[in-house]
T-cell receptor
Framework: AQKVTQAQTEISVVEKEDVTLDCVYE???????LFWYKQPPSGELVFLIR??????QNEISGRYSWNFQKSTSSFNFTITASQVVDSAVYFC??????????FGPGTRLSVLP | NAGVTQTPKFQVLKTGQSMTLQCAQD?????MSWYRQDPGMGLRLIHY???????DQGEVPNGYNVSRSTTEDFPLRLLSAAPSQTSVYFC??????????????FGPGTRLTVT
């Protein structure tokens, strides 16, 4: 069965601090995809990244970076030099090949000025 | 492209009433799905469809019906609303080919309150 755990319910940081959001997943499949979505206070869900299980290279996009480690079943998300606009709920999701998405419970990030 | 659209944005129902939440996408995506979002529980899958004429149940299907007569539309019907169905509902779609599915694109959501 698929499962996604985001152990951090809420995180609060001061602007310009770095912050890492943890995501641990469970799956029996060897082919799967991992995703991160952002839900700002306005409520929409914004796609951030997709990773497949065969690509363990870390990815960087501006201030965002993702660390995928199959050995620990983790797909962590780091925001460098956080900004107030990064305040949102962040969801990690898992999709086994041919199956449906399973979302984690989300981590609420508050970036204080 | 409008992407994924949902109507209405807000709705208040009385217990026992029925209604349909509308969802449409203009990206020619085969895969469409409905989720509900409740505090602290992430998004839970209600129903999904892998193409016109094909629907299936997700994690929390009770009390909801769906149909998919066209690629574009995927309405969600509440048969007899209950207070436990108070939630935010999201529709999503994604490109799919065989068993492969791409990332999902979400509509803006419908906030439903059942009194």
């Amino acid at each position: 069965a698929q499962k996604v755990t985001q152990a951090q319910t809420e995180i609060s940081v001061v602007e310009k601090e770095d912050v890492t959001l943890d995501c641990v997943y469970e799956t029996r499949d060897t082919t799967y995809y991992l995703f991160w979505y952002k839900q700002p206070p306005s409520g929409e869900l914004v796609f951030l990244i997709r990773r497949n299980s065969f690509d363990e290279q870390n990815e960087i996009s501006g201030r965002y970076s993702w660390n995928f480690q199959k050995s620990t079943s983790s797909f962590n998300f780091t925001i460098t030099a956080s900004q107030v606009v990064d305040s949102a709920v962040y969801f990690c999701a898992l999709m086994d090949y041919g199956q449906n998405f399973v979302f984690g419970p989300g981590t609420r990030l508050s970036v204080l000025p | 492209n409008a992407g994924v659209t949902q109507t209405p944005k807000f709705q208040v129902l009385k217990t026992g009433q029925s209604m349909t939440l509308q969802c449409a996408q203009d990206m020619n995506h085969e895969y469409m799905s409905w989720y509900r979002q409740d505090p602290g529980m992430g998004l839970r899958l209600i129903h999904y469809s892998v193409g016109a004429g094909i629907t299936d149940q997700g994690e929390v299907p009770n009390g909801y019906n769906v149909s998919r007569s066209t690629t574009e539309d995927f309405p969600l019907r509440l048969l007899s609303a209950a207070p436990s169905q108070t939630s935010v509902y999201f529709c999503a779609s994604s490109y799919s080919r065989g068993r492969f599915r791409d990332e999902q694109y979400f509509g803006p959501g419908t906030r439903l309150t059942v009194t």
